[in-house]
C-alpha cells in the first residue's frame, strides 16, 4: 500500500517502514523553544543531567513572547534562554526579530521533507513548507535536543481537497475558519492534514501559512502542503541548498477525504469563546468592536497588512476603536515601511507594535478592558485568552478587522472591496 | 492501583489557557503557587475545593489549545491525582503522560459533580461509589504504561538512559 507524505516523512526519519498508528522512535532535523517555555526545558534538561544538546546546529531560540519585555520575571526568563542558547551554541533571534512561526520559514530554516519538533503548539505552520512540523511541550523539547529523537505515533490523514477559487474578499483565513468551524475542535484530532494539488495552487503561501497555523484548532498534529511552483519560489528566495519534496503515492490511504467548494465561501467569524464556534460575517455584522488585532503567527505578514492596507487607504479607523498592528516579524515591518503599507495604516490611525507574539496570549500589551470586544486576526478566542476574562474575542481575517475598524463595529469586508 | 477521590465536573473542550492562564507564565516556575489560579477564568473557586486525590472530569477534548506544559504540572500541583474525559487534545495528553498525570479516557457522560470515584488500573475500571456504577477505562498501551510507572518522562530517561520502546507497540 502506498504511503502518505506523514508516512514517508517518519519512514524516513526512523529508518523503517511505518503506517498510520504505528509507534516511530524519529530523528529529529530542527528543534525550537521560546522564551515562555524553554526556561522549564532547561530546568529539565538539568534533571536529566543533560549538559550538553545533541546537536547546536539542529536548535533554534526565539524571544517573542512578551518583546519588548514587560517586567523583571519576564526578563529573567528571557535572559535565561538566551544564555542557554549562547552557552549550546543554538541559532538563537532577540526581542523584536520576530515569531519564532515567521522566522523559521523566513529565515531559511525550514525545507520540505524536514522533521521539526517545536515547543509550542503553532509550530503545524511549517507544514505550508512540507514539513512535519508538530507542537510539543517542554519536557518533550528537552527529551529531544537530548537525544535528537522523538517517540511519535505515525498519525492518520485527512486529505482536503479543494475545488474552484476563493470569491473576492475572502481569504485563506476565512477558509480555514470555515473548515475548523465545520469540523469542530477535534475534528482531525491526532491526525495530520495533508492538502494536494487540487486548488491549492490558488492559494498564497502567506495564506498557506495561515492555514497551516490554524490546524493545531482542529486538533491536528501536522498539515503537510505539497510543494508546488509557488512553493519553489518562495523557498529559492530563503534557502540556497536543495530538498527533497515528499508527495503522497497514488494508492496511499486517506482516514478521510475532506472538498470544499471554494467559490460559495464568504467571510468568516469565530464568536466568542471558541474556535470552532464559526458563523459567516452577515450572522454578526453590526456587533460592537472596541479593539482590533492585526498580525500575530497567524495573519502577520506582509500580504495581510497590505490587504488591510488597501481597505483602510484614505478612511479612518472609528474614534472609539483601538487597532493594534504587530507584523510577525522585522523583516515584514520593513517591507511593510518601504512599499509605504505603514503608512496607510498610520494615517488611517492605526497603533504599530513590536514584531512579537503581541497581544494574543495577554501577557504583555494591548489586554482588552472589562466588557470590551475585540477583533483579532490571532488563532485564538477562548476567555481570557487576552489577559481580561471580561473581555470577548472575535476571529477573522484581516480584511475583516480593517473593515470592522472603520465602523467600530464587526463589518462585511466586501463593503470596501469594489 | 487503586485510586480514591471525590469528582469535579467541567465541560468539552477545557483549553490550557482556561486551566492556567499565559499571564501567569511570569512566576516562573513556582507551580505551586500558580495552582491557586487553577480554571479560575471558568471558576474562580475551584482551586480552593479541590483536596489531594481528587479527579477531574470532563468532556470531549480536554487539554486543547496551547502547548504549555505548566497546564498538567499546574493540575498535579493542586492535587488532582487522574483526569476522566470523553477525549484529549494531543499535546496536552503527550504533556501530561511525561510529568505523571494519569488521563483516564472513559465515557464521563454519566458521573455527576462531586461523586465519589475509585479506579483500579489493575482492571482498567472505574467505580461511582455514589451512584454505584462501572465504567471502564480505555487500557493504555505498555510503553505509556511504562513510562507513568517510571513516574514520567525524566525519571524514565535516567532509568532506561533514552526512550525504552517496546517493540510493535502500535497505538
Known sequence: MGKTISEKILSLH???????????????????????????????????????????????????????????????????????????????????????????????????????????????????????????????????????????????????????????????????????????????????????????????MDGRFTMANMAVEMGAKAALFEVDSKTRDWLSRRISHSYEPISPDPDSHYAKVWEWDLSSLVPQVAKPHNVDNVVPVTEVEGTEVHQGILGTCTNGRVEDLKVAAEILKGRKVFSDFRLIVVPASKQVLMEAMRDGILETLLEAGALIIPPGCGPCHGASSGVPGDGENVISTANRNFRGRMGNNKASIYLASPATVAASAIKGKITDPRNYLG | MILKGKCHLLGDDINTDYIIASKYRSMGLDFKGMAKHLLEDLDPNISNSIQKGDFLVAGRNFGCGSSREFAPRVILEAGISAILALSYARIFYRNSLNVGLRLLECDTRSIRNGDIIEIDLKTWTAKDLTQDLSIPIKPLPPFMIQILNDGGLVPHFKKWGGFHMIEGDRL
Open chain 1, 14 to 204: 526512523s529508518g523503517k517502514e511505518v503506517q498510520a498508528s504505528d509507534l516511530a522512535l524519529a530523528n529529529v532535523d530542527l528543534l525550537m523553544g521560546h522564551d515562555w517555555n524553554t526556561p522549564l526545558t532547561i530546568q529539565v534538561l538539568k534533571e536529566m543531567g543533560v549538559e550538553r544538546i545533541f546537536d547546536p546546529k539542529k536548535a533554534v531560540f526565539v524571544i517573542d513572547h512578551a518583546v519588548p519585555s514587560p517586567n523583571e520575571k519576564v526578563s529573567a526568563m528571557q535572559r535565561e534562554t538566551e544564555e542557554f542558547a549562547r552557552k549550546q551554541g543554538a541559532s538563537l533571534y532577540l526581542s523584536g526579530q520576530g515569531i519564532c512561526h515567521q522566522l523559521l520559514p523566513e529565515q531559511g530554516h525550514i525545507k520540505p521533507g524536514m522533521l521539526v519538533v517545536g515547543c509550542d503548539s503553532h509550530t503545524t505552520t511549517y507544514g505550508a513548507l512540507n514539513a512535519f512540523a508538530i507542537g510539543v511541550g517542554s519536557t518533550d523539547l528537552a527529551a529531544a535536543l537530548a537525544s535528537g529523537r522523538i517517540w511519535l505515533r505515525v498519525p492518520e490523514t485527512i486529505k482536503v481537497i479543494f475545488k474552484n477559487r476563493l470569491p473576492k474578499g475572502v481569504y485563506a483565513k476565512d477558509l480555514i475558519l470555515n473548515i475548523i468551524g465545520r469540523v469542530t475542535s477535534e475534528g482531525a484530532n491526532y491526525m495530520a492534514l495533508e492538502f494536494g494539488e487540487d486548488g491549492v495552487e490558488e492559494i498564497s
